[in-house]
């Protein structure tokens, strides 16, 4: 999606391309989750995007790294307030971590992905 796309132009490819997701979840060890910390208005609806992709039977047992991104602009939901919108306290049986972000400045993505490399060898014993 380039620079200058509307948010109805990107809801109509993701409309579009949706249904192709699920040929990638079998054998799915994790699911990482970006989420525009940023934009309020859409939370509701990546929250209920979210839990209806952690509903697939393929993704039962798939630990969820979130990454609460734009933690560096102005009006940024804390990581706490992103884990609250999304309902992650609800997540029963799934190992799941929040880590603010900033991917412009590279902030917290690594300290993020550790914690799911940790997960998924620790699964796998």
């Known amino acids: 999606m380039g620079l200058g796309r509307s948010n109805k132009h990107k809801v109509r490819i993701r409309d579009r391309l949706e249904p192709y997701w699920r040929c990638y979840y079998s054998n799915t060890d994790a699911v990482i989750y970006v989420v525009d910390s940023v934009d309020k208005d859409r939370m509701q609806t990546s929250k209920e995007e979210l839990h209806a992709m952690l509903?697939?039977?393929?993704?039962k047992d798939a630990a969820l790294l979130v990454f609460a991104n734009k933690q560096d602009m102005e009006g940024a939901l804390s990581s706490a307030e992103v884990a609250d919108a999304l309902g992650l306290s609800t997540l029963k049986n799934r190992q799941y971590s929040i880590y603010k972000t900033s991917a412009v400045k590279g902030e917290g993505?690594?300290?993020?992905?550790?914690?799911?490399?940790n997960i998924i060898q620790e699964n796998k014993q």
């Open 109 to 117: 993505l690594t300290e993020g992905l550790d914690w799911l490399v």
């Open 55 to 59: 509903e697939e039977e393929e993704l």
